[in-house]
């Protein structure tokens, strides 16, 4: 019913959640990773830390630096999170978009706020579109992509295997600007909205409270890095009550396959919007053990009453709805004291 927060007045979440998990709990997994394609990939606090540092020292070097506005559209990619700390350690501020943007989408946002930067998948044709709107836009900025080569672009990924591990605290404040999220446009265009450095302690109701996510257990919420639902579940609140980071880089939704991995990843606390649990009821959802899930949890949209009773009927559990906005964190949710009802 009441909580006060305590930070220093230069909290960053680069240096005081990431690195500081670092210190406590190096071999603690942040981020357990996986794709369409069969790869996986464990990541440690302690990984996090030397990843971030080296993502840090390649954007450094390229001029970004405090209050400076990077793009970054990586999909679930898991250097997303390897250049969201770095860019938080650098006092810069962070603009995550989708990468199904039209080149034109993309213009408009360079028009609203100009960046410095911009770091892309080199999937979907992105790339080009990228190219494409800081052409038309006028800027001059740095292109970065991940993984492959791409004309006319930094391979990020090869150019941080080449820096040093380690990164000096840089100066940020806690009032500075650190995300600037465009909303979904349901009226008119798309609008700004920009968070500070305290954003990610918000978060800490949306992980606790309303997610219940564990220190130590798999959580999984299904969201592109693009929109403000992957900042509600996966990464700020998560790794500040050091639940670990459960990641599928699918490129395409299918509800077998996302149920499959429920399954044998163990999952403890899943997220996801009504639309998906919809799907995932069409498939036959009794006949995977999702016996490790303690808490399902939506937002986005509407839960229907029906979707609600069959998800019950079949796995025991209530969904736990939430509602917010991207100018805030969770603003009303089934939390553990209530019993969801639809």
């Not at 790794?239 to 395409?252: E, N, Q, S, V």
Request: net charge neutral.
């Amino acid at each position: 019913t009441q909580f006060q927060l305590d930070y220093p007045e230069n909290f960053n979440f680069g240096y005081d959640v990431v690195d500081a998990m670092a210190d406590l709990a190096p071999q603690q997994r942040a981020l357990v990773w996986c794709n369409g394609e069969g790869q996986e990939e464990v990541f440690t606090f302690a990984d996090l830390r030397r990843k971030s540092n080296q993502a840090a020292r390649v954007l450094r070097r390229a001029g970004i630096g405090r209050g400076d506005h990077v793009m970054v559209a990586l999909k679930r990619h898991y250097e997303y999170w390897f250049v969201a700390v770095a860019l938080h350690k650098l006092g810069a501020v962070l603009i995550p978009v989708t990468h199904m943007l039209t080149e034109q989408d993309i213009l408009y946002r360079l028009n609203c706020s100009p960046v410095r930067a911009i770091l892309c998948t080199p999937q979907n044709q992105v790339p080009d579109r990228m190219a494409g709107a800081v052409a038309q836009a006028g800027l001059d900025c740095r292109l970065f992509t991940v993984q492959q080569d791409v004309p006319g672009f930094v391979n990020l990924t090869r150019a941080m295997a080449a820096e040093a591990e380690t990164l000096e605290r840089l100066p940020t404040r806690a009032a500075d600007p650190m995300i600037l999220y465009f909303t979904s446009g349901t009226t008119g265009q798309p609008k700004g909205v920009v968070h500070d450095f305290t954003y990610p302690l918000a978060h800490i109701i949306t992980a606790k409270y309303w997610q219940q996510v564990q220190e130590n257990k798999l959580h999984m919420s299904v969201s592109d890095s693009g929109w403000a639902k992957f900042g509600w579940g996966k990464i700020y609140g998560q790794w500040i009550c050091g639940a670990t980071i459960f990641a599928y880089d699918m490129k395409k939704f299918i509800p077998t396959n996302l149920l499959q991995h429920m399954q044998d990843y163990k999952l403890t606390t899943f997220c996801a919007p009504p639309t998906m649990y919809r799907f995932m009821l069409q498939e036959d959802v009794a006949s995977y053990d999702l016996s490790s899930i303690e808490t399902f949890a939506t937002a986005g949209e509407p839960l229907n009453p029906e979707v609600f009773e069959q998800w019950k009927r079949l796995t025991g559990k209530e969904i736990r709805e939430g509602f917010g906005q991207t100018e805030g964190s969770v603003l009303l949710a089934n939390f553990p004291s209530i019993t969801p009802k639809p």
